[in-house]
């Protein structure tokens, strides 16, 4: 599969919350997650986050998928069912390596997570 293909996966089955198919797209070793307010060095540690947030997981949409070699971006809208915060627009930057994801790094506006988790954030594991 192509790197780009590999993350459309992944996507997908995170929005169907597929966490155990998900889980299959990852890296095992040197795995990094990093976001504006957490980070993961484990991909079962990020899925369990994942895993947490599906509660208010109403949809989540692809608006652009492009790819550069290993390297893939999303854009994508995270829409939720919690209304304090609402939809939050995510842009994701993955590196796949060995028909794996390596390294995702998330952009988002941080202190609309942090309000929602009142504050306590998960650590790097």
Same mark, same amino acid.
């Given at each position: 599969m192509q790197p780009k293909d590999i993350v459309a996966q992944f996507i997908a089955d995170i929005q169907a919350q597929r966490f155990e198919e /998900? #889980?299959?797209s990852l890296a095992t070793e040197g795995f990094e997650y990093v976001g504006p307010n957490m980070r993961f060095l484990s991909p079962d540690d990020?899925?369990?986050y994942q895993f947490g947030m599906a509660a208010i997981q109403k949809d989540l949409i692809v608006r652009?998928?492009? /790819?550069?070699?290993?390297?893939?971006?999303?854009?994508l809208d995270y829409r939720t069912n919690f209304e304090p915060i609402g939809d939050v627009r995510l842009a994701i930057w993955f590196r796949v390596r060995r028909d #794996?994801?390596?390294t995702v790094e998330t952009f988002y506006n941080a202190a609309v997570v942090e309000n929602m988790l009142g504050?306590?954030?998960p650590s790097a594991g």
């Open positions: /998900a #889980r299959a990020m899925l369990s652009q998928l492009s /790819a550069d070699g290993e390297h893939v971006f999303a854009i #794996r994801i390596q504050g306590i954030l």
